[in-house]
């Protein structure tokens, strides 16, 4: 078969350039994998290019590894030899080639994450610097960040005695790296980008051997990166990049979407082709992902489009709560999965992992199969199995293993030998480890009593209702302090908050177990759930289960059916961006992203109210909704409007005062009843005489009342 056989007009024109510097604007499913790839085969099999003369950069192994077995498949030839890989990949692989030029014994090694952060806090220890002014975690992410930009320790700019001391601890980090004969990820690229930059006829030979240098994912490369990728080009080789400036979602690990305008203006860059035409999604879902996008400003611009037909007008779901939302979902997938849909095929995606938690226990009152893409379930989760085990010693101060888990978390100077004189000490006493306590002495002893006593106050805490126990553990025993510091603390602030929301639902649905007042049931009881929650239902690999994962997980994905779930302002788009500009931007093409990862149906989804740190929030419907033209979207209940939740048409009143002079009530109104007081109007149904308002009058509960006889004040 010939290789431009099946390609599409702009996808031929892509491929069969001439060897100039060309941007590729490729949609989502426009087929980009298949341009890369065929463009690379072409360039070969004409005679215009050798293996050796072309590099292609890719974002992840998975995709150099597609690309490699797709060029197999392509061209009569041992692929194996050529430059295709990851930024980190290629930059290894010439450092490896030069090691010496680069400052580096032969062997160096790599440190993932976990050792560089092992490798910064022995640093701390051996200098004796404070690890909570200055914790492990925010340390590697500042000498990350300063790396990704190009920046060594002595070029960072510092104006402050906390920022000059990061800046000490950096330089001090570096040199512990290059003694120990180390180098981290970011390291990687920073060494080679330094290596091509100072070492001339280096740079002249890779400038000359590659010709053809081809990036995927163009859209998230950041400073440096592209930086390389300049030195690399010089003035000879071809630069062929493709990448889709909508799905530019990756700001918080340094990418920059402005590169590609950069590009384009620096390299005078003659040929731009846009592949426009999806075969992935119906016309509906691609109408509604243009329609959002469009509202950014600064876009190169592009306008998905499909042959496939309109397909299903996108269904939007409104709920009354966060559960609600959650159960619906459920009942949606077991009618989908009778109609012979295929779970795995169904994904539940959300903007911040702690959406997950309601999602999770409705699927696991369900009893429905699902994965977690990409991240741990709930319950999992390290800063959930954290709180979890300070509650567990509350239960049971003998808990060896949630003491052990939290003995020195967040850490309290107990080191490993303190560890060992304890567990000692409990074997030789046939104790635990908490009741061997007294009998370790010296500094160590101290800190471990000092530990006891913390557990003592959270124990005398236990009388709280459990949501206020929660909280209240949560502040003492340090762990909202300690990822208020954290590069990702905001998302496991968020987690923790859910642990909140989770012990509030629980009691809701399971009433209140124990008396006032004694070592509260409720918590044993809480505990036992949040065990068997972690422990069943995951499904194994290959099995037919639902995809659970955020809208940044989802990048790449694709499914036949999806649910995006808690469209709410404050949400999706996050509260963080919506003070900034680029920051809404930023959230509207993670919005376009979500869309454009169904296939045939979509389902919007949102809630009127929403748990938040154990309290009610009330919401109103995401932007993204409104910004998508009515004519494509199936509202499953009644259409929210701009100001609020409009009640069709206007209710009227017999007896009872009318709330507005407009005549009609609207969710998240206030109202004042002669019986039950002041309360919050949260649902309504029907209209006219028939028309009915669900009220939450606090301590008398949710009432539904007939608008006839309601008596309502408006306050």
Same mark, same amino acid.
């Given at each position: 078969?010939?290789?431009?056989?099946?390609?599409?007009?702009?996808?031929?024109?892509?491929?069969?350039?001439?060897?100039?510097?060309?941007?590729?604007?490729?949609?989502?499913?426009?087929?980009?994998?298949?341009?890369?790839?065929?463009?690379?085969?072409?360039?070969?099999?004409?005679?215009?290019?050798?293996?050796?003369?072309?590099?292609?950069?890719?974002?992840?192994?998975?995709?150099?590894?597609?690309?490699?077995?797709?060029?197999?498949?392509?061209?009569?030839?041992?692929?194996?030899?050529?430059?295709?890989? %990851?930024?980190?990949?290629?930059?290894?692989?010439?450092?490896?080639?030069?090691?010496?030029?680069?400052?580096?014994?032969?062997?160096?090694?790599?440190?993932?994450?976990?050792? /560089?952060?092992?490798?910064?806090?022995?640093?701390?220890?051996?200098?004796?610097?404070?690890?909570?002014?200055?914790?492990?975690?925010?340390?590697?992410?500042?000498?990350?960040?300063?790396?990704?930009?190009?920046?060594?320790?002595?070029?960072?700019?510092?104006?402050?005695?906390?920022?000059?001391?990061?800046?000490?601890?950096?330089?001090?980090?570096?040199?512990?790296?290059?003694?120990?004969?180390?180098?981290?990820?970011?390291?990687?690229?920073?060494?080679?980008?330094?290596?091509?930059?100072?070492?001339?006829?280096?740079?002249?030979?890779? /400038?000359?051997?590659?010709?053809?240098?081809?990036?995927?994912?163009?859209?998230?490369?950041?400073?440096?990166?592209?930086?390389?990728?300049?030195?690399?080009?010089?003035?000879?080789?071809?630069?062929?990049?493709?990448?889709?400036?909508?799905?530019?979602?990756?700001?918080?690990?340094?990418?920059?979407?402005?590169?590609?305008?950069?590009?384009?203006?620096?390299?005078?860059? /003659?040929?731009?082709?846009?592949?426009?035409?999806?075969?992935?999604?119906?016309?509906?879902?691609?109408?509604?992902?243009?329609?959002?996008?469009?509202?950014?400003?600064?876009?190169?611009?592009?306008?998905?489009?499909?042959?496939?037909?309109?397909?299903?007008?996108?269904?939007?779901?409104?709920?009354?709560?966060?559960?609600?939302?959650?159960?619906?979902?459920?009942?949606?997938?077991?009618?989908?999965?009778?109609?012979?849909?295929?779970?795995?095929?169904?994904?539940?995606?959300?903007?911040?992992?702690?959406?997950?938690?309601?999602?999770?226990?409705?699927?696991?009152?369900?009893?429905?199969?699902?994965?977690?893409?990409?991240?741990?379930?709930?319950?999992?989760?390290?800063?959930?199995? =954290?709180?979890?085990?300070?509650?567990?010693?509350?239960?049971?101060?003998?808990?060896? %293993?949630?003491?052990?888990?939290?003995?020195?978390?967040?850490?309290?100077?107990?080191?490993?030998?303190?560890?060992?004189?304890?567990?000692?000490?409990?074997?030789?006493?046939?104790?635990?480890?908490?009741?061997?306590?007294?009998?370790?002495?010296?500094?160590?002893?101290?800190?471990?009593?000092?530990?006891?006593?913390?557990?003592?106050?959270?124990?005398?805490?236990?009388?709280?209702?459990?949501?206020?126990?929660?909280?209240?553990?949560?502040?003492?025993?340090?762990?909202?302090? =300690?990822?208020?510091?954290?590069?990702?603390?905001?998302?496991?602030?968020?987690?923790?908050?859910?642990?909140?929301?989770?012990?509030?639902?629980?009691?809701?649905?399971?009433?209140?177990?124990?008396?006032?007042?004694?070592?509260?049931?409720?918590?044993?009881?809480?505990?036992?759930?949040?065990?068997?929650?972690?422990?069943? =239902? /995951?499904?194994?690999?290959?099995?037919?289960?639902?995809?659970?994962?955020?809208?940044?997980?989802?990048?790449?994905?694709?499914?036949?059916?999806?649910?995006?779930?808690?469209?709410?302002?404050?949400?999706?788009?996050?509260?963080?961006?919506?003070?900034?500009?680029?920051?809404?931007?930023?959230?509207?093409?993670?919005?376009?992203?979500?869309?454009?990862?169904?296939?045939?149906?979509?389902?919007?989804?949102?809630?009127?109210?929403?748990?938040?740190?154990?309290?009610?929030?009330?919401?109103?419907?995401?932007?993204?909704?409104?910004?998508?033209?009515?004519?494509?979207?199936?509202?499953?209940?009644?259409?929210?409007?701009?100001?609020?939740?409009?009640?069709?048409?206007?209710?009227?009143?017999?007896?009872?005062?009318?709330?507005?002079?407009?005549?009609?009530?609207?969710?998240?109104?206030?109202?004042?009843?002669?019986?039950?007081?002041?309360?919050?109007?949260?649902?309504?149904?029907?209209?006219?005489?028939?028309?009915?308002?669900?009220?939450?009058?606090?301590?008398?509960?949710?009432?539904?009342?007939?608008?006839?006889?309601?008596?309502?004040?408006?306050?």
């Amino acid at each position: 078969m010939n290789l431009l056989d099946r390609l599409n007009e702009p996808q031929l024109a892509a491929v069969t350039l001439p060897p100039q510097h060309a941007l590729i604007l490729a949609g989502a499913g426009s087929g980009k994998t298949r341009v890369l790839t065929t463009r690379i085969a072409w360039l070969i099999s004409t005679s215009q290019a050798s293996p050796p003369t072309v590099l292609a950069v890719t974002f992840t192994n998975k995709a150099a590894k597609e690309m490699l077995a797709r060029l197999s498949a392509m061209l009569p030839i041992n692929v194996k030899g050529m430059w295709i890989g %990851t930024f980190h990949g290629l930059c290894n692989r010439m450092l490896r080639a030069h090691y010496r030029d680069a400052g580096l014994p032969q062997l160096f090694q790599i440190l993932d994450s976990a050792d /560089q952060l092992a490798a910064v806090k022995r640093l701390l220890k051996s200098l004796n610097v404070d690890d909570e002014k200055y914790p492990p975690r925010e340390l590697c992410w500042f000498i990350n960040a300063q790396k990704e930009a190009g920046l060594r320790a002595s070029a960072v700019e510092a104006w402050d005695e906390w920022t000059k001391k990061r800046v000490e601890l950096y330089a001090a980090y570096e040199a512990q790296c290059q003694k120990e004969g180390v180098v981290d990820f970011a390291e990687l690229l920073l060494r080679c980008y330094e290596l091509l930059e100072r070492n001339e006829p280096l740079r002249r030979h890779y /400038q000359e051997r590659f010709r053809h240098i081809l990036v995927d994912e163009f859209q998230d490369t950041n400073k440096l990166q592209y930086q390389w990728l300049k030195l690399l080009a010089g003035e000879g080789a071809a630069l062929f990049c493709v990448g889709d400036d909508d799905q530019s979602i990756y700001a918080f690990r340094g990418a920059d979407v402005g590169n590609m305008r950069d590009f384009e203006r620096e390299f005078k860059v /003659q040929n731009m082709i846009r592949l426009e035409q999806n075969y992935r999604s119906h016309g509906n879902i691609l109408d509604a992902a243009n329609a959002i996008i469009e509202n950014n400003p600064s876009r190169l611009g592009k306008n998905l489009w499909t042959e496939a037909g309109a397909g299903e007008p996108i269904r939007v779901h409104e709920s009354y709560s966060d559960g609600d939302e959650a159960r619906f979902i459920v009942e949606e997938v077991k009618a989908l999965a009778r109609d012979g849909h295929a779970r795995k095929e169904i994904a539940l995606l959300y903007r911040s992992n702690a959406q997950s938690r309601a999602l999770e226990h409705a699927l696991f009152n369900a009893g429905l199969p699902y994965r977690v893409y990409g991240g741990l379930r709930f319950f999992e989760r390290a800063e959930i199995k =954290h709180a979890l085990a300070y509650l567990r010693l509350i239960a049971n101060a003998n808990d060896d %293993t949630a003491f052990a888990r939290v003995v020195n978390f967040p850490t309290r100077g107990i080191g490993a030998r303190s560890i060992e004189q304890l567990a000692d000490a409990a074997k030789t006493q046939g104790s635990s480890l908490h009741a061997a306590i007294p009998y370790v002495t010296g500094a160590g002893g101290a800190k471990l009593a000092a530990f006891a006593t913390l557990i003592v106050k959270l124990r005398e805490a236990a009388h709280l209702p459990l949501p206020e126990l929660v909280e209240h553990v949560l502040d003492l025993s340090g762990l909202r302090e =300690h990822y208020r510091n954290e590069k990702e603390g905001q998302e496991r602030l968020a987690n923790l908050d859910e642990l909140v929301n989770a012990a509030s639902g629980f009691i809701a649905e399971e009433g209140v177990v124990g008396e006032e007042g004694e070592l509260s049931l409720d918590l044993a009881s809480f505990l036992a759930h949040a065990s068997l929650e972690a422990g069943e =239902h /995951q499904a194994g690999e290959g099995d037919d289960a639902l995809q659970l994962m955020t809208v940044h997980s989802a990048k790449g994905l694709e499914f036949n059916i999806v649910f995006i779930c808690g469209l709410e302002e404050g949400l999706f788009p996050h509260e963080n961006s919506l003070n900034e500009n680029k920051g809404l931007e930023e959230e509207r093409r993670l919005m376009y992203v979500a869309v454009t990862r169904a296939r045939q149906r979509l389902y919007l989804c949102h809630a009127q109210t929403r748990m938040l740190h154990g309290q009610v929030r009330y919401n109103l419907p995401s932007r993204f909704i409104e910004e998508i033209p009515a004519g494509l979207l199936k509202f499953l209940t009644v259409r929210a409007n701009k100001s609020g939740y409009a009640v069709p048409p206007a209710p009227t009143f017999d007896s009872a005062p009318r709330p507005q002079k407009s005549g009609g009530l609207r969710i998240g109104q206030n109202v004042m009843h002669a019986k039950f007081g002041l309360g919050v109007i949260v649902n309504a149904e029907g209209g006219g005489n028939d028309a009915r308002v669900q009220i939450n009058f606090g301590n008398a509960g949710m009432k539904w009342l007939a608008l006839s006889v309601a008596k309502l004040e408006p306050v």
